[in-house]
């Protein structure tokens, strides 16, 4: 699995942005995903899973009810809608694929990455 995350970029607090991860290979479909991201400094964190379905979805409570995170399988594409950003949203986004039904906050059980994208929130 190769993961390519893009949709990056500055945007002022309150603003809106919508990051996508491109998977190759057929198998994107049976596996969970999810989204964290990396603060200079920072270690890096959860911020968001989904199962293989789509049909369930995990958050964490620093981003819950700003962010949305969804997948469109046919396409091989993990989103992630980030709204009302806040300059402390400000990060590199990293996709991941884990290999499971099941999602996990920890990003020790990921098994793939994609190279993130910067988002700069300023105030």
């Known amino acids: 699995v190769q993961l390519q995350a893009s949709g990056g970029g500055l945007v002022q607090a309150g603003g809106s942005l919508r990051l996508s991860c491109a998977a190759s290979g057929p198998t994107f479909s049976r596996y969970a995903e999810g989204w964290f991201r990396q603060a200079p400094g920072k270690e890096r964190e959860f911020v968001a899973a989904i199962v293989w379905s789509g049909s369930s979805t995990y958050y964490a409570d620093s981003v819950k009810g700003r962010f949305t995170i969804s997948r469109d399988n046919a396409k091989n594409t993990l989103y992630l809608q980030m709204n009302s950003l806040k300059p402390e949203d400000t990060a590199v986004y990293y996709c991941?694929?884990?290999?499971?039904?099941?999602?996990?906050?920890?990003?020790?059980?990921?098994?793939?990455w994609g190279q993130g994208t910067q988002v700069t929130v300023s105030s």
């Open positions: 991941a694929t884990r290999t499971g039904w099941t999602v996990s906050p920890s990003r020790d059980e990921y098994d793939y």
